[in-house]
């Protein structure tokens, strides 16, 4: 699978939003931003939540690939949870790739033990892992790349 038919499924938190606009190159399913961003509005179980999750769901199974940037507390966020665990309970499962900002952010533990791929955010590590990603059969174990 080429570069360009690739489709991720970026989860971040609103002020990692640079990090998120700076994996170009890959289509991306959660691409109106605003509306991605305002997630954080609203409770996660909250009924108000349901047409969001909704979305999301929608956007998380079109994908080929989640990938969720690690944070100082995106083990912290709820929705982030959220959307992790909807990615991993997809019948055909997308991989994971969490790329890690810094080397002491804690992993989510959702992430833990689900054939995640982490990686730091360096572009050619970022799009070795993809590649991984779109041509490994998916496993429990996670890996690391490193340099």
Known sequence: MSKQNV?????????QRPCAERLDGWSHTNTDR????SRQEMKVESPEAAPMKEALRQQI???DVTVCIISQTTFLNDWMTWELNTAKAKPDRNPLIGIILH???THPPVML?????FVYFKRDAVEEAVHWAVTNKPTDQDFMLED
């Open 103 to 105: 080397e002491f952010n």
């Open 34 to 37: 605003d509306l991605y961003d």
């Open 113 to 117: 033990n689900s054939g995640t791929m």
């Open 7 to 15: 489709k991720l499924y970026v989860c971040f938190e609103p002020d």
């Open 61 to 63: 199974h079109e994908a």
